[in-house]
């Protein structure tokens, strides 16, 4: 048996349980699928935002997984007060124009417990538009304010359902509240999604955006 085969055996119990012992730094670098019964998620790429004007993902949108996943961290503004958007492409990112239906909703609270609520926000859905989909608004450009969350991208590959997208991010809004932004929709095209795109809807911005599929 090998000092590996040995190592590992000698931290699992009669029930066939690790101990916490079996789980080090070391025994977990550089795994980059999790799973969890039959689903597993998978690290695609990752990009960093440096004063950008926008991000796009071109490649790893395809019929690989049917959900896809991106993380969205310490997404920063260069300009305050401004929204976080994204778009569509079926052309490989030639265009982001694909025809959007939206909804969305936030709760928000601010830092003096002066104001709290939840709201339908119709200024920031969609229908029947090709303009980039707010996913949150009122971003502050403050030393400590960004926004962080995540979009979901469902079976982007296929050519005979429309596009459904499912987004919640964490903002620390211009005004100093504390807003979470829920937007849904769907990209009315019985066409392949193979890129996207995210940016502000004015000026750069800092930050990290994960790309992962979702089995």
């Known amino acids: ?4 085969a040995r190592s590992s055996a000698n931290n699992i119990t009669t029930a066939g349980v690790f101990t916490a012992d079996a789980i080090t730094n070391a025994s977990v670098t550089g795994i980059t699928v999790l799973a969890n019964a039959e689903d597993g998620i998978t690290l695609i790429s990752s990009q960093t935002a440096s004063n950008s004007a926008s991000i796009s993902f071109t490649s790893g949108l395809d019929s690989t997984y049917k959900a896809y996943k991106f993380v969205l961290s310490n997404i920063q503004p260069r300009t305050n007060n401004v929204n976080f958007t994204f778009n569509l492409s079926t052309d490989t990112g030639s265009n982001y124009n694909v025809t959007k239906t939206s909804t969305a909703f936030v709760t928000y609270h601010r830092e003096a417990d002066d104001d709290a609520g939840l ?3 119709g200024g920031f859905d969609l229908a029947q538009n090709t303009s980039f989909q707010p996913l949150c608004w009122y971003t502050g450009s403050d030393a400590d304010q ?5 979009l979901e991208l469902y079976n982007p590959s296929s050519t005979t359902y429309v596009k459904h997208f ?3 991010i ?3 809004a211009e005004n ?7 937007v849904a929709g769907y990209g009315n095209t019985t066409s392949a999604i193979n890129a ?3 940016q502000m809807s004015s000026g750069n911005f800092d930050g990290k955006i994960y790309l992962y599929g979702i089995k």
């Open 196 to 198: 996207i795109r995210f």
């Open 176 to 182: 100093d509240q504390s807003v979470c932004a829920f």
């Open 170 to 172: 964490s903002v620390t």
């Open 146 to 150: 960004a926004n962080s969350g995540s």
């Open 1 to 4: 048996m090998s000092a590996i």
């Open 166 to 168: 499912i987004s919640r």
């Open 119 to 121: 709201s339908y926000d």
